[in-house]
């Protein structure tokens, strides 16, 4: 069988923002204001120290707080300039935006978010698949733009957990149903090389290679939490 000719391939560098204040406790949405704190901006700066030696083509970012200072960060150590795309945005959240996730995990809409989340539709919000939707819709957008104009780019995002996590369903071939199976956790790095024939996932919540969180709690939930959480660390 003759080999698939070689096509360039672009790759995207997924970058949930660093920890806030609300990270992990509170469901923080759209809510304007929230900035990273002083552990998100040390985990901006110490990724933006792992990627200054890579060439990027761009960086795109949610127009969210947390999500432009983080984008920020690895946009001063690579030198490019930064360009914000709301389709990158947090899941509009409706009723949920700001309440406690403890609270959350109260509600009847919860346990569909967890095993069946390509149904849920937040009160007053969007639907999870219309937040993947949109954000699939908009890498595929970035990558043709970018393949139109550089050789084999490298960009990145940087987004929310339930955001990427959709994108990394789409390039797994998954189900929006199972992509609560996966984990993304703050300031962590995922990478998708997208080719001619198919998405290639190389990396999945690399945040620096630790072995922190490896050991998990003693009793650990099954659920996953909304928005993302607070990582393991």
């Keep these: 069988m003759a080999n ?28 304007p204001g929230v900035h990273l704190d002083e552990r998100g901006r040390a985990q901006a700066a110490a990724l933006g120290a792992r990627l200054a030696s890579v060439r990027l083509d761009a960086v795109v970012t949610s127009p969210l707080e947390r999500c432009v200072e983080t984008a920020q960060a690895v946009a001063d150590a690579v ?30 809409l919860w346990p569909v978010v967890q095993a069946h989340p390509s149904a849920a539709r937040f009160p007053g ?32 995002v940087c987004s929310h957990g339930d955001v990427i ?32 024939l198919r998405p290639f996932v190389v990396r999945v919540n690399d945040v620096g290679g630790g072995t922190a969180g490896l050991r998990p709690a003693s009793e650990t939930s099954g659920d996953a939490v909304v928005g993302g959480g607070a990582g393991e660390g």
């Excluded at 660093?18 to 759209?30: R, S, V």
């Design 4 to 31: 698939t000719p070689n096509a360039a391939s672009v790759t995207l560098l997924l970058v949930r923002h660093g920890l806030t204040a609300a990270t992990g406790h509170t469901l923080a949405g759209w809510t």
């Design 79 to 108: 030198g490019v300039p930064v360009t914000v795309d709301e389709r990158f945005g947090e899941c509009r959240y409706g009723e949920w935006t700001g309440r406690p996730l403890a609270e959350l995990a109260e509600e009847e």
């Design 125 to 156: 919000g969007e639907s999870l698949a219309e937040t993947a939707h949109r954000a699939v819709s908009a890498v595929r957008d970035h990558n043709a733009r970018l393949l139109a104009a550089h050789d084999a780019p490298v960009y990145l």
């Design 165 to 196: 996590k959709a994108i990394l369903a789409d390039a797994l071939g998954l189900h929006l149903d199972q992509f609560q199976r996966l984990q993304v956790d703050p300031c962590s790095l995922s990478v998708v090389r997208y080719t001619a």
